[in-house]
T-cell receptor
Framework: TQLLEQSPQFLSIQEGENLTVYCNSSSVFSSLQWYRQEPGEGPVLLVTVVTGGEVKKLKRLTFQFGDARKDSSLHITAAQPGDTGLYLCAGVETSGSRLTFGEGTQLTVNP | NAGVTQTPKFRVLKTGQSMTLLCAQDMNHEYMYWYRQDPGMGLRLIHYSVGEGTTAKGEVPDGYNVSRLKKQNFLLGLESAAPSQTSVYFC??????????????FGSGTRLTVV
């Protein structure tokens, strides 16, 4: 199983601040997915990045896949309380059929 | 369109008891997965299935069994529950095809406590 390390594990910020979450591995992944999970619910897919160096934007969220396809980052601009949740990165293994998850980043945005 | 439905949502078991968790999806997805989620450990794959009648072991399969008799259903069984199996269990599914581009659809989870 290929491993993914996510940092930080916890992040508490004030509304309007910017933040970045990192997802790193020593292994190459076919693609990287980012999910957001709210209490009592399952993860919901935010984005998939496939190509090394790829950048995708989803409103105030910017996702980047590393050139070597071993790491990814999620940057949130001007965070809002509605962004509060558990953010999970997940890598599609090169074998193709399985998804490996990072430990998650619990984000709290205070009003 | 219900997506992925898990039953039950909550369950308390005594050590040694058995139970089955049911996952049903109505999206005609080929692939189905069972994960457990524990604090600080993310989601860990228990078993998965790449099609009706097939199953395979994931990262943490010990103490669990699965069956995929129908394409839309994926059952997770605990034959003799242990306190270490206290966790939140998630079922997920995805369509077949280019793995890189297709995300998983998750159910809302089953919170299991073994006492």
């Amino acid at each position: 199983t290929q491993l993914l390390e996510q940092s930080p594990q916890f992040l508490s910020i004030q509304e309007g601040e910017n933040l970045t979450v990192y997802c790193n591995s020593s292994s190459v992944f076919s693609s990287l997915q980012w999910y957001r999970q709210e209490p009592g619910e399952g993860p919901v897919l935010l984005v998939t990045v496939v190509t090394g160096g790829e950048v995708k934007k989803l409103k105030r969220l910017t996702f980047q896949f590393g050139d070597a396809r071993k790491d990814s980052s999620l940057h949130i601009t001007a965070a809002q309380p509605g962004d509060t949740g558990l953010y999970l990165c997940a890598g599609v293994e090169t074998s193709g059929s399985r998804l490996t998850f990072g430990e998650g980043t619990q984000l709290t945005v205070n009003p | 369109n219900a997506g992925v439905t898990q039953t039950p949502k909550f369950r308390v078991l005594k050590t040694g008891q058995s139970m089955t968790l049911l996952c049903a999806q109505d999206m005609n997805h080929e692939y189905m997965y069972w994960y457990r989620q524990d604090p600080g450990m993310g989601l860990r794959l228990i078993h998965y299935s790449v099609g009706e009648g097939t199953t395979a072991k994931g990262e943490v399969p010990d103490g669990y069994n699965v069956s995929r008799l129908k394409k839309q259903n994926f059952l997770l069984g605990l034959e003799s529950a242990a306190p270490s199996q206290t966790s939140v269990y998630f079922c997920a599914s995805r369509r077949s095809g280019d793995t890189r581009n297709y995300g998983y659809t998750f159910g809302s989870g089953t919170r299991l406590t073994v006492v």
